[in-house]
C-alpha cells in the first residue's frame, strides 16, 4: 500500500464490505466485535479526511472524486495508512472467526 494510487484505494475501500463479510464468515459477531468496530474507526477516519460519510464505498466514491491533480503526499499517506491498519484488521477478523468455528 506505500505506494497505492487513488485508483488502487478507491478498489480497497470498495472491497471492505464483501472482504468483511467473508472474514467473518458464520462467526458469531461478538467474536469479532472490538474488530470490527475498530474496523469502523479506520474507515470514519478515511471518511473525515475526504470530508465523505463513514462508508467505505462512499470513501471509495469520494477517492474517485477528486481529480489527479487534487492529491497532496500527505492524503494519499493518510488513507494508504488507513487502507493498511483495516487489511490487518480484516485478517484479525478472519482469524478469530476461525478460532470460534
Do not use: K
Not at 492524503?75 to 487502507?83: E, P, S
Amino acid at each position: 500500500m506505500s505506494n497505492s494510487s487513488p485508483s488502487d484505494l478507491a478498489v480497497t475501500f470498495r472491497s471492505i464490505p464483501r472482504r468483511r463479510r467473508e472474514a467473518q464468515g458464520d462467526a458469531p459477531p461478538a467474536a469479532v466485535a472490538a474488530q470490527q468496530g475498530e474496523l469502523d474507526r479506520r474507515v470514519a477516519t478515511a471518511a473525515a479526511m475526504l470530508h465523505a460519510p463513514a462508508d467505505p464505498v462512499l470513501v471509495a466514491d469520494a477517492i474517485e472524486a477528486v481529480p489527479a491533480e487534487g492529491w497532496r503526499d500527505l492524503d494519499l499517506d493518510g488513507l494508504r495508512a488507513a487502507a493498511l491498519d483495516i487489511g490487518r484488521l480484516l485478517r484479525e477478523i478472519e482469524q478469530l472467526a476461525a478460532d470460534a468455528s
